[in-house]
Every structure is written in structure tokens, then in C-alpha cells.
Nanobody
Framework: QVQLVESGGGLVQAGDSLRLSCLVSGRTITSPTMGWFRQAPGKEREFVATITWTGGSARYTDSVRGRFTISRDNAKNTVYLQMNSLKPEDTAVYYC????????????????WGQGTQVTVSS
């Protein structure tokens, strides 16, 4: 079994920054693609960013491109989401996910999920 544990969420003001972390443990996945998704109250889970196994390529949803950066440290089994210039509309539960397909913006194509970490941005 694969476990993903997110951390780093919190309550911040608009314009602030946060860095989310996702620690991967358990059974080894061969060359996993990692992704971040988010879900706001009353809305469907949406794609935020994804990154290849090597970290050489990443994709972002339009609303975060230029503000968020996904990265990974395979030696630490950790994926990061650096979030800058946060906006109230970024408020959501953020989920880390692991899969085998890149690029994938569909939650259905990810195999393993974390429990999520809450990010709240006040105006």
C-alpha cells in the first residue's frame, strides 16, 4: 500500500505564500507521476499541478500558472507545492496524488491519494 501525507496548510492573508508538502511512503511505485488537486466547499475536485518522475516537466491549471510551483525531491520521497500571491479563491482542501500517467489532469487517472490539507486565504 502507498501512503501520501500532506502538510503545510493553514490560514493566510491574500498575497501571502505557503508551501505544501506531500510525503510518500509504503510500497514503491515505479516512476510515479505526482499531482496536486484541490476542492473548495460545494465544488468538484479540480486539478492544480502535476510533475513527472524526474521533475523535468510540469503542468498547471491556468488559474495558478505563474503563482504556484510544483517540485519534487525523490531522495526525500516528497513533493512540494509552493504557492505565492495567494488569493481568496485559492481557499480549498489540497490533495496530493500519485499515478502512472503524465500528463494527467484527471483525478480518475491517479491511483493513490492523501487525506488533504486545508488552505484558507482571507481577503
Amino acid at each position: 500500500q502507498v501512503q501520501l501525507v500532506e502538510s503545510g496548510g493553514g490560514l493566510v492573508q491574500a498575497g501571502d505564500s505557503l508551501r505544501l508538502s506531500c510525503l510518500v511512503s509504503g510500497r514503491t511505485i515505479t516512476s510515479p507521476t505526482m499531482g496536486w488537486f484541490r476542492q473548495a466547499p460545494g465544488k468538484e475536485r479540480e486539478f492544480v499541478a502535476t510533475i513527472t518522475w524526474t521533475g523535468g516537466s510540469a503542468r498547471y491549471t491556468d488559474s495558478v500558472r505563474g503563482r504556484f510551483t510544483i517540485s519534487r525531491d525523490n531522495a526525500k520521497n516528497t513533493v512540494y507545492l509552493q504557492m505565492n500571491s495567494l488569493k481568496p479563491e485559492d481557499t480549498a482542501v489540497y490533495y496530493c496524488a500519485a499515478g502512472l500517467i503524465y500528463p494527467s489532469t484527471s483525478a480518475a487517472e491517479y491511483l493513490y491519494w492523501g487525506q488533504g490539507t486545508q488552505v484558507t486565504v482571507s481577503s
